[in-house]
């Protein structure tokens, strides 16, 4: 198929958590992201959709969790995102996260190189697999946010890569290279890797095929969808006609007041999502106090007092972690 639209690396990954206070502690005071939106799932207003980034909630940094608390444990597998990792600026910037983790008791590898860049893994308290990666101060759209724990120059920096594990990696490579437009660049540890305009951290696919795992299940402390950029709507639009032309089940554009989206299901399993960068989450609250309180887009805003009633309180986030 021409490659006439691009996509414009990852925009955002949305993870299941049961514990959204625990959830909003550990990704603002121990990453230091800032909680940029705090809304609901447009499909389950009883639940809390919690978005992280930058100081702006930059298309790339975006990190953001479903509230289901009854959903059960993840099941890994086949079918699934099975790893987050996130970019930091620089090898001194990894070697303060060891130290800095090691500190606040979260349990991590040593300092490890894959590809020249030297990465770690942890899991966060529910066991949301992440990887922090050096991204050899790459250039990066993240605007640092001031009232962050953790100083500037040490920052995640938005999302370097996810990994992906599918039975079988042929039919996903065709909708990466052959849909979508990435390349296959190199394979890394067993795993193959896409990427897709610039390359590089945030452009960055990485496809682990076991046909010896069951089917993962989708539950608390794994990952529902990753969504990648679009540049806007007209392109968003066409991006919608070449995945129906090539014969996969796609959603109409879905209005999400912040983004405009569309899904579909990877034949390996996993649920993509095309998400436009724009206009963006100052759409209804000020730069300065994105997050404070509960946002709901227009149409859902008449009912705010049955779905405030319906959620339950996040609690003060505690105190800041020094840095």
Do not use: C
Not at 149 to 155: F, G, I, L, S
């Amino acid at each position: 198929m021409a490659n006439d639209i691009q996509i414009g690396g990852l925009h955002h990954l949305t993870a299941v958590t049961g514990d959204a206070p625990g959830n909003v502690e550990f990704y603002t005071q121990t990453l230091g992201l800032r909680l940029v939106k705090k809304t609901v799932n447009q499909d389950d207003v009883s639940a809390y959709h919690l978005f992280y980034g930058d100081a702006l909630g930059s298309p790339g940094t975006e990190v953001t969790f479903f509230d289901w608390p009854m959903t059960g444990r993840n099941r890994p597998g086949a079918g699934e995102v099975s790893r987050l990792a996130l970019r930091v600026p620089g090898r001194d910037a990894l070697d303060w996260w060891a130290r800095r983790l090691t500190e606040l008791g979260v349990e991590r590898t040593d300092v490890q190189e894959r590809g020249g860049a030297a990465y770690l893994q942890l899991t966060d308290p529910e066991g949301q697999r992440l990887e922090l990666v050096d991204d050899g101060g790459a250039p990066s759209n993240s605007t640092p946010w001031a009232g962050s724990p953790v100083p500037p120059e040490m920052a995640i920096r938005g999302m370097h890569s996810v990994t992906l594990t599918v039975r079988e990696l042929g039919p996903t490579e065709w909708v990466l290279t052959q849909v979508l437009g990435f390349r296959r660049v190199e394979d890394l540890d067993g795993l193959a890797v896409y990427e897709v305009g610039p390359g590089g951290p945030g452009a960055q696919v990485r496809v682990d095929a076991r046909a010896d795992l069951p089917y993962a299940r989708t539950g608390i402390g794994g990952v529902h969808h990753i969504a990648f950029r679009s540049a806007n709507d007209e392109q968003h639009k066409e991006w919608r006609e070449r995945i129906a032309a090539a014969g996969l089940q796609v959603t109409p554009v879905i209005d999400r007041y912040y983004f405009r989206s569309l899904y579909f299901r990877e034949p390996g399993g996993v649920l993509f999502e095309i998400a436009t960068d724009g206009p963006g989450f100052a759409t209804d609250e000020d730069v300065a106090h994105l997050g404070e309180r509960l946002s709901l887009p227009p149409f859902l805003e008449p009912h705010r007092s049955e779905i405030e009633a319906g959620l339950r309180p996040l609690g003060a986030v505690g105190t800041p972690v020094g840095r």
